[in-house]
């Protein structure tokens, strides 16, 4: 899939997931803005980037915060010129039973996977809508899908992403930009490095294809999204999750 003169945003692209969807879509052509809040890993990621011989510009940005997302969008338009795609990938967990679980971890997890998509998608949309064309890409998960206790905050963060992808489709769809979720299952990364071995065993007899995915997984999945080849679908949720939502 090709993605020569592209420009691709990747939230929370310098870790993780991120960081795979990052150095794929650069492997592919794009140029890629990528933004996270560690200095160092946007650094490193950056440079990475560059030896796909593709642009990168790396800046520090909380996403949840309104001020930022649109200071980010001003500095890729003056340094791209253009956006092409969009990856809604950064997000957190603050897990707890609903009966414990504290306001502000409620309101962390929401503004920070949640309020940043609909940031993000206003501060870019307008420039795809004047461009006729665009691919937005919301990382969302299974939780989000089928709900999980102890996760009242993430699962309810990633429901509503669906939510927003569908409506997102639905307004900008005579615009030729689509909008799609991607719905990771189990990947291994530093947001599930903390779960003990016992909690993974429990997981991988719960994925039909017996094993944990790996960044890649996602990153080929946004690819495809990315690319012309899915130009005739929008609004869609695809589980990438070794068939634990069947
Ligand atoms: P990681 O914890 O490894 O990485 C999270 C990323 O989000 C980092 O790049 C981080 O950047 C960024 N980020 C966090 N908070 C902010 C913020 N306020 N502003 C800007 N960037 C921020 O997570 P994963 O790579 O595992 O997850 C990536 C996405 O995939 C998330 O949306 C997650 O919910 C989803 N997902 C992951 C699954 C898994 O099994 N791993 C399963 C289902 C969904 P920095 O370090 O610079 O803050």
């Not at 890629?32 to 440079?47: D, M």
């Not at 011989?53 to 500095?75: G, I």
């Not at 971890?105 to 004047?130: C, E, G, P, Y």
């Amino acid at each position: 899939m090709n993605l020569n003169g592209k420009v691709a945003v990747v939230t929370g692209g310098n870790r993780g997931i991120g960081k795979d969807i990052s150095l794929t879509l650069a492997k592919a052509g794009a140029s890629i803005a990528l933004c996270g809040t560690n200095e160092a890993t946007l650094k490193e990621t950056s440079a990475e980037i560059e030896k796909s011989s593709v642009k990168s510009l790396a800046v520090k940005v909380d996403v949840s915060k309104a001020p930022e997302v649109e200071a980010f969008a001003k500095t890729v338009l003056e340094t791209f010129g253009k956006v092409d795609i969009l990856v809604n990938n950064a997000g957190i967990t603050k897990d707890n039973l609903l009966i414990r679980m504290s306001e502000q971890d409620w309101d962390d997890v929401l503004s920070i996977n949640l309020k940043s998509t609909f940031l993000m998608t206003k501060a870019f949309v307008r420039h795809m809508m004047k461009a006729r064309q665009g691919r937005i890409i919301n990382i969302t998960s299974i939780v989000g899908v089928r709900g999980n206790a102890g996760q009242a905050n993430y699962a309810a963060s990633k429901a509503g992403m669906i939510g927003l992808t569908k409506t997102t489709a639905r307004e900008f769809a005579s615009r030729n930009i689509t909008c799609n979720a991607i719905a990771p299952g189990f990947i291994q990364t530093d947001m599930t490095k903390a779960l003990g071995d016992k909690v993974k065993e429990e997981l991988i007899q719960q994925i039909p294809l017996g094993f944990l995915g790996e960044t890649s997984d996602i990153a080929n999945a946004v690819l495809f999204f990315a690319s012309d080849d899915s130009r005739y679908i929008t609004g869609q949720v695809i589980c990438v999750d070794g068939g634990m939502v069947i």
